[in-house]
């Protein structure tokens, strides 16, 4: 089971971050969220390979590495630039 080891210095961004993920995702065209996660496994758990319970709307797991090291670093990306902008407007 993993866990999930990133402690946020504001947790109440924990929202933000994760529709931000999701929205550069869908930017990238990679394939996930609610809609993708139902296309993709329902198949599979019509031939049982997999429980319908443990389907997960941010399953993450078909998705490359690369793929999501591409996501990261386009959060940080934005993140730099918002706080670069903030600054100069100070």
Excluded: C
Excluded at 1 to 30: C, D, F, H, T, W
């Amino acid at each position: 089971m993993a866990r999930n080891n990133n402690k946020k210095v504001v947790p109440e961004s924990s929202k933000a971050l994760n529709q931000l993920k999701y929205e550069i995702a869908a930017e990238l065209g990679l394939p996930v969220g609610k809609n993708v996660a139902s296309m993709n496994v329902e198949f599979a758990t019509e031939l049982g390979s997999i429980s319908s319970g443990s389907v997960k709307e941010d399953y993450w797991g078909h998705i490359a590495s690369r793929d999501a090291g591409a996501v990261g670093g386009h959060i940080t990306s934005r993140l730099i630039k918002k706080a670069e902008e903030m600054m100069l407007s100070l």
